[in-house]
């Protein structure tokens, strides 16, 4: 039998040891992982504007396409100073409206269009969901989207992610002919094509296709004072 | 015993799946495809392995009262540790394994072999005990993403192996073998199989 006195010593120095090896494992690997998801947000940001990537070409691609990016603020303002890129929604969504700082990508096509990429992000049914939406340069008609999930359910809500749900979005406008916004809806049963603001929702995935519906019209509607006022 | 035969125990006679019917609910989950499969099997290999290795290694030092927190600590840091080698190494295969990485802690297989083995049992075999039901494991994922996704997605390893032409002729791929039912069905299959030509492993 061992006493209390050797299971006690033994416990803390095994606590002891593990935690540095694990400390060291994470120091270590760090860079290589935050990396990881940079090329992932490259890789979605250029999914909205249709340009397929691998984990290789993502970064050269971006250089590529995206040509510019700034942050903007509620009242249409342009802040400086801050990188686009290194902005994170979760964060900013949880500040007060006026106090945000709102990503815009722009990004150079090659057939000499300009698309406006602006990130999405909201609550799902699970967790998290996020996206990325391209603008037309009349920053009005959705040129493509890109979302993603943390946990919603597969098959259902997690079709979000896939491109027959993404498509739709194509040529749908966010503003009415009165120039009012009034963002993209999910419509149950299926939208007609004749729709401009409506997209089918996903069977059996009503929650999650409503807090989409949510997310992009509470996320697009921080930029409509800076889209009208570059449309002038 | 020799070390093949601890080394291939486990393949056939005593496999953790089949057999022990030990860790079956990643083996429903992480299925679908054959390489965040093959990843998974890696992984609990490595695990397997070195938590064996471990364990036996510490054997006579481990206070009996508290063994089984000192086995999960080991477990939980070497699966921390692969877990952040994936993040590293292989992003994409490591969001699709998602929490399953980290239930490599909860795998039966895993706490099963080191009590059953490990804590008796000198370091070198209990690292061939360790290697190999984390392959024996590992076979039966294969198998079992391998049927999944011929028959769920028409493809292998992500390339797609059934022509175009067989679509046309108005072939479809199920959808119900991404589903996890289907392997509960698939793995049942496989039991029903090994049971009917190894008659030993049929109970009375």
């Known amino acids: 039998m061992f006493s209390n006195r050797y299971i006690f010593i033994y416990s803390v120095v095994m606590v002891v040891i593990v935690a540095i090896a694990l400390t060291v494992v994470a120091v270590l690997l760090k860079p290589k992982q935050e990396y990881n998801q940079r090329v992932e947000k490259m890789q979605n940001i250029l999914v909205s504007v249709h340009v397929e990537s691998t984990t290789k070409n993502a970064e050269e691609l971006f250089k590529k396409y995206i040509t510019e990016s700034l942050v903007v603020n509620a009242k249409g303002d342009v802040i400086d100073g801050i990188n686009a890129f290194d902005v994170e929604m979760h964060i900013e969504n949880k500040k007060k409206s006026e106090d945000r700082n709102l990503p815009i990508f722009i990004c150079s096509a090659e057939n000499g269009q300009k698309y406006y990429i602006v990130p999405v992000r909201g609550k799902g049914l699970w967790g998290p969901i996020w996206g990325y939406i391209s603008f037309k340069e009349d920053l009005n008609t959705i040129a493509g989207t890109q979302f993603g999930h943390k946990s919603e359910t597969p098959g259902l809500g997690a079709e979000i992610n896939t491109p027959g749900f993404q498509n739709q979005f194509i040529d749908k406008t966010i503003m009415n002919d009165n120039g009012e916004f009034v963002s993209v809806m999910v419509v149950k049963g299926g939208a007609p094509d004749s729709d401009k603001h409506g997209v089918d929702a996903i069977s059996g995935g009503t929650i999650t296709s409503k807090a989409l519906e949510a997310m992009v019209r509470d996320c697009v509607k921080e930029y409509t004072v800076y889209f009208s006022k570059i449309r002038k | ?204």
């Open chain 2, 1 to 204: 015993m020799n070390t093949l035969k601890l080394l291939k125990a486990p393949f056939n006679m005593e496999n953790p799946i089949t057999v022990q019917v030990l860790g079956i609910c990643s083996a429903l989950a992480v299925t679908v495809q054959m390489k965040p499969a093959m990843v998974m099997a890696l992984s609990v290999t490595v695990v397997t392995a070195f938590s064996n290795l471990i364990i036996s290694l510490l054997r006579n030092t481990i206070p009996s009262r508290i063994r089984i927190i000192v086995q999960l600590v080991v477990i939980a840091a070497l699966v921390i540790i692969v877990d952040q080698i994936l993040k590293a190494y292989v992003y994409d295969v490591s969001q699709k394994l998602s929490v399953f990485v980290g239930l490599i802690i909860t795998n039966c297989i895993l706490m099963g072999r080191l009590e059953a083995f490990a804590m008796a049992q000198k370091p070198w075999p209990s690292l061939i005990d360790g290697i190999g039901n984390g392959i024996g494991y590992g076979l039966i994922l294969v198998l079992v993403s391998f049927f999944r996704e011929l028959l769920g997605s028409g493809s292998i390893f992500g390339h797609k192996v059934i022509p175009q032409l067989f679509y046309n002729a108005g072939y479809m791929d199920n959808g119900l073998m991404i589903l996890p039912p289907m392997a509960l069905i698939t793995i049942g299959t496989i039991i029903w199989i090994q049971r009917s030509k190894n008659r030993d492993l049929i109970e009375k």
